[in-house]
């Protein structure tokens, strides 16, 4: 089982930068795919990026490419999404959620953290 805790989230203004962690417990963190999703007020949730269980393969949504990076430090048990050229529209509430199955499969979440971007 792994329990995720996310962090990083705030407030910032159109064009900042913000960089999200997502903590895991236990011990096989290395051995999950990792990815991080979002919310905002009244849509579904969607996913933003994931990440291979080494960090080789990653893929983002069409919306996020060349603005976010995903990564992780298996040694630290930590997943990264660092945000860049923030727009109003990337307003959510930030989830990470690991994946055992390698099949896109998200068992385990964390609890979010909020992000808002001002025009």
């Known amino acids: 089982q792994v329990q995720l805790v996310e962090s990083g989230g705030g407030l910032v203004q159109a064009g900042g930068s913000l960089r999200l962690s997502c903590a895991a417990s236990?011990?096989?963190?290395?051995?999950?795919?990792m990815g991080w999703f979002r919310q905002a007020p009244g849509k579904e949730r969607e996913v933003v990026a994931g990440i291979s269980w080494s960090g080789v393969s990653t893929w983002y949504a069409d919306s996020v490419k060349g603005r976010f990076t995903i990564s992780r430090d298996n040694a630290k048990n930590t997943v990264y999404l660092q945000v860049n050229s923030l727009k109003p529209e990337d307003t959510a509430v930030y989830y990470c959620?690991?994946?055992?199955?390698?099949?896109?499969?998200?068992?385990?979440w964390g609890q979010g953290t909020q992000v808002t971007v001002s025009s």
């Open positions: 959620a690991a994946d055992g199955t390698g099949r896109g499969s998200y068992a385990y």
């Open positions: 236990g011990r096989t963190f290395s051995r999950y795919a």
